[in-house]
């Protein structure tokens, strides 16, 4: 039984070594166009060794060549000219001159590190979080349903800055430490090759702690990130709906949930905190064990008092660099878990994805067609099922049911928000998943139930259907909606400002400013979502004149619980519970069903 376990920690200690040299390898990849710049600032920190083994050197020559009286090393006496090597006055001066020398190229170096460590690290950065930016809005509205939009922005702000604590943070100053360690080892080797094999008797203890506590670590962060997570989402759900805590006088409560969540959260993030400290502790013990042991060996072999104070010099920069690779190795655990959570969203791959050389299409004409159309969210609870109708070009379609019975998601099959599990949808005679994505939703302009606006100018969230369009064009769009005299009436008009969500203005206002963009998209497909159903009576008149302006020649969706809605549609969908769908012409709508569909 022992056996097999410890053969299983060595496993699984493997398969971390592993997991981290493929993170590490992405993060490479994601770092092209930059690694260049990695290389240089590699380079200008490797210059920081020679200058860290000259430090010591002043010094030697201070103590035994100025004060005391031992012959200059050979390699000084074949640099230095015979004047000052045989002047202990002079020997003293170049000795400063060597230190301030050494400390300002330490400055200087320094000082490009810095500058070049944060251009690079900061555009890394910004580059790593556009492209999960992007990846982002490529996915599903599943994905986003189930995740919740609070963890991928966790994911986006606060987890890809990992690639930039890796590399320019981490690996960079991991080599330079491996290769720092080296030199100096290899210079105590020269002194004395006893003390450098004594010196380097902690590397294997410190290679078995780093070991140890790497694994742990980082799924201590990763337990600490989600938890931080759950704690932003509380923030989030309170202040996007501050109006419904503040009616229902919940503010203590949210306050108490909040503080719940965060306290998780610290004490996850002090779990790890203690395993990282711990783990320094361990690192400092060993190192000094091995300096006391270097210096009784040392003054036991009698070496000179400056051989004794170079070597210790160099043994507390051979061990620094080591304390650097062991606290590099187990401090960069957290950013590898934040690497994991950045790549763990890039590998999710959208639901609804383009084929190899899709269809382009310019404008539709507007023939839709369902062919034994199924959908399920989950995989055996079908929300549509063996759906199939025709809709001529320019028809309009009223959908009416009962809530839940899958209506919007039938309008989102049309522009590919989703893809059906069974059957296709055809535009024109060809199935939606052959066109181009970005073509194909060029075809449909939306007007939702609850208007989305941007927290932009009144003329920015119109312009958001056509960017790039006229001023003539924006008010053209806001006088078919209906909305142009309100706006005008604004102290800044149309460069009035909505508030997030548009919250600064009214339900009725938010919606014609939805319909205008609707007009300015000029698609030849509309689809309506509830447009009306959140305005009172007067301004729901208003807004129907509006659409009924909008839907001259266009094949238009209308989704409506009020029957009287749907008047002016040529055609009606009914869809029952169980997923049936009726077609019901509307001159006959009065009358039983002339067609149908059931799950």
Not at 204 to 225: E, G, I, Q
Not at 254 to 267: A, L, P, T, Y
Not at 280 to 290: E, H, I, N, Q, Y
Not at 590 to 596: C, L, M, W, Y
């Amino acid at each position: 039984m022992s056996r097999f376990r410890a053969r299983t920690m060595d496993e699984k200690a493997n398969i971390t070594v592993r997991d981290s040299l493929r993170l590490y390898r992405r993060l490479w990849g994601e770092a092209r166009g930059y690694q260049r710049h990695l290389a240089v600032l590699g380079v200008v920190e490797l210059a920081a060794i020679p200058l860290m083994l000259l430090q010591p050197l002043p010094l030697k020559i201070v103590v035994d060549n100025v004060i005391g009286h031992e012959a200059l090393p050979g390699f000084l006496r074949s640099v230095l000219p015979d004047a000052v090597a045989s002047s202990a006055p002079r020997l003293l001066v170049t000795a400063v001159a060597m230190l301030v020398i050494v400390a300002l190229l330490s400055l200087f170096q320094r000082l490009a590190e810095a500058l070049l460590g944060t251009y690079t690290g900061e555009k890394l950065v910004l580059n790593f979080r556009s492209r999960l930016f992007a990846h982002v809005q490529e996915l599903s509205l599943a994905y986003h349903d189930t995740k919740g939009t609070t963890d991928s922005t966790f994911r986006i702000q606060y987890d890809a800055p990992a690639i930039q604590w890796i590399l320019v943070e981490g690996v960079i100053p991991l080599v330079v430490a491996v290769l720092m360690a080296s030199g100096m080892i290899a210079i105590t080797a020269r002194i004395n090759p006893g003390l450098a094999v004594v010196a380097l008797m902690v590397a294997p203890v410190l290679a078995v702690l780093t070991r140890k506590y790497s694994r742990p670590l980082r799924d201590r962060w990763h337990d600490a990130m989600k938890l931080e997570s759950s704690a932003m989402s509380v923030v989030q759900e309170v202040l996007s709906a501050v109006r419904v805590v503040k009616a229902f006088g919940r503010e203590r409560d949210e306050h108490d949930r909040f503080v719940g969540h965060s306290s998780k959260g610290i004490k996850a993030r002090l779990g790890a905190a203690v395993g990282q400290n711990l783990f320094a502790l361990l690192v400092g013990l060993t190192t000094a064990l091995g300096t006391g042991a270097v210096l009784y060996i040392g003054v036991k072999r009698q070496l000179t008092a400056g051989d004794l104070l170079i070597v210790m010099s160099y043994l507390a920069q051979i061990y620094e660099p080591m304390k650097v690779i062991g606290k590099n190795l187990t401090g960069q655990q957290k950013s590898l878990a934040s690497a994991e959570r950045a790549f763990a969203m890039l590998d999710e791959a959208p639901a609804v994805s383009e084929k190899p050389n899709p269809a382009p299409i310019v404008r539709a004409v507007g023939e839709i067609v369902f062919e034994d159309v199924s959908f399920a969210y989950e995989k055996g609870q079908d929300v549509l099922s063996a759906v199939s109708f025709k809709v001529p070009a320019g028809q309009r379609v009223g959908i009416s049911g009962r809530t839940g019975t899958g209506k919007t998601t039938l309008v989102s099959l049309l522009n590919r928000f989703y893809d059906p599990t069974g059957g296709r949808l055809l535009l024109d005679g060809v199935d939606l998943r052959d066109y181009r994505l970005a073509d194909l939703r060029r075809q449909f302009a939306v007007v939702l139930q609850d208007a989305v606006l941007f927290s932009t100018s009144i003329a920015e969230n119109i312009e958001y259907a056509k960017p790039g369009a006229t001023e003539a064009e924006i008010i053209d769009a806001a006088k078919a909606a209906d909305a142009h005299d309100f706006i005008s009436s604004l102290p800044q008009g149309y460069g009035t400002k909505v508030g997030e969500r548009g919250i600064r203005l009214s339900g009725g206002e938010r919606q014609r400013i939805s319909l205008a963009r609707a007009f300015l998209r000029n698609a030849p497909i509309l689809i309506l979502d509830e447009p009306t159903s959140s305005v009172d009576l007067k301004t729901e008149a208003a807004i129907m004149a509006a659409i009924e302006r909008l839907m001259v020649g266009r094949t238009t969706f209308m989704i409506a619980h009020r029957l009287s809605t749907l008047s002016n549609c040529t055609m009606r969908l009914e869809i029952e519970k169980g997923h049936g769908v009726r077609m019901i012409p509307t001159e006959t709508a009065g009358e039983p069903a002339r067609s149908a569909v059931h799950a």
